[in-house]
């Protein structure tokens, strides 16, 4: 109908706004021509077997210091939203929803799994994924403003916890995980739409998963 074609309209662009919020705080980088900035990228962190360094499109190929950063914050950025929104992923399918409701009459049981969270008749009202988006902006704003401080003091609590010797390690850890979780998310996305099957190693396996 005319009412719903405007909601997934109105949805969608939400979205595209959200992305184009994002990339217009991406600052400019100048980049360098000089070959030994390059080849220094290779035994940062993050590059260790069985990759070793691995950068198949190019995207530190003449790079300075300042573009790697920029970069390595991204990346760390985006495997942090890709641990949660795999987090998220499980926990709704297996049910799991907040009590009361997440707006008048609508009860956050009602809501859907997946894109059916953002489309369909059980999908987030759009005031309440306005908000959402409100929010997420404000947060990562916030932490783009104070990231030196924050990462200081998670740093410092996390030497205290596990010792200084083991921060590279868990930094590591965490980078990887980042990794591995963007391609999760990815991957349920992706079997979602081709058949709503998001876990499909789990069919495989004999063990579905109702979704």
Do not use: C, W
């Amino acid at each position: 109908t005319y009412i719903t074609n405007n909601t997934e309209m109105f949805r969608v662009a939400l979205l595209i706004a959200l992305i184009a919020i994002a990339t217009a705080f991406v600052p400019s980088m100048t980049r360098s021509n000089t070959r030994s900035l390059q080849m220094s990228f290779s035994d940062r962190l993050g590059a260790q077997p069985p990759l070793g360094f691995f950068d198949p499109l190019g995207l530190l190929t003449d790079a300075d210091e300042a573009r790697f950063t920029r970069l390595r914050d991204v990346e760390l950025k985006h495997g942090r939203i890709s641990m949660l929104a795999v987090l998220g992923h499980i926990v709704t399918t297996a049910g799991l929803r907040f009590p009361g409701d997440i707006a008048f009459g609508v009860p956050f049981a009602s809501i859907g799994n997946g894109f059916n969270a953002l489309f369909g008749p059980h999908a987030v009202p759009q005031q309440g994924l306005t908000q959402i988006i409100i929010f997420i902006g404000a947060v990562d704003l916030g932490y783009t403003y104070a990231k030196d401080q924050i990462e200081a003091v998670h740093l410092g609590k996390l030497a205290e916890i596990v010792g200084a010797n083991k921060v590279e390690s868990k930094k590591a850890i965490e980078l990887n995980n980042g990794r591995a979780a963007q391609l999760g998310i990815l991957g349920l996305a992706v079997h979602e739409k081709l058949n709503n099957d998001p876990y499909i190693i789990n069919s495989l396996l004999g063990a579905p998963v109702p979704f």
